[in-house]
């Protein structure tokens, strides 16, 4: 079972940018596709972006393309978010999650095809 511990949040204001890190202990972390979501208070838990196990496929919510990257690093078993121009609407806690299953990116955008769940970091952008 994979471990995760997100980090990087904090307090910022609108338009400044914030660095994500999503760190994953267990020797299989490269064979499972990532996630980001957040949930923001009284709304229920959304998808964010995700990357496949292999990092060739790539996926943004609507709201955040061109503004938010996903990226991963195998090698230092970590999954990044960098989110750029950013906005009072991104106001939420931000969680990091391992695929279900290994060597599967199908329905990367659906809660329900995650695992592993990290605690979760506050990320606050305020106008």
């Known amino acids: 079972q994979v471990q995760l511990a997100e980090s990087g949040g904090g307090l910022v204001q609108t338009g400044d940018s914030l660095r994500l890190s999503c760190a994953a202990s267990?020797?299989?972390?490269?064979?499972?596709?990532m996630g980001w979501f957040r949930q923001a208070p009284g709304k229920e838990r959304e998808f964010v972006a995700a990357?496949?196990?292999?990092?060739?496929?790539?996926y943004y919510v609507d709201s955040v393309k061109g503004r938010f990257t996903i990226s991963r690093d195998n090698a230092k078993n970590s999954a990044y978010l960098q989110m750029n121009s950013l906005k009072a609407e991104d106001t939420a806690v931000y969680y990091c999650?391992?695929?279900?299953?290994?060597?599967?990116?199908?329905?990367?955008?659906?809660?329900?095809?995650?695992?592993?769940w990290g605690q979760g970091t506050q990320v606050t952008v305020s106008s």
């Open positions: 990357i496949s196990w292999r990092g060739a496929y790539i």
């Open positions: 999650a391992t695929a279900l299953y290994q060597y599967s990116d199908y329905g990367l955008d659906n809660l329900s095809r995650y695992a592993n």
């Open positions: 267990g020797r299989t972390f490269s064979h499972y596709a």
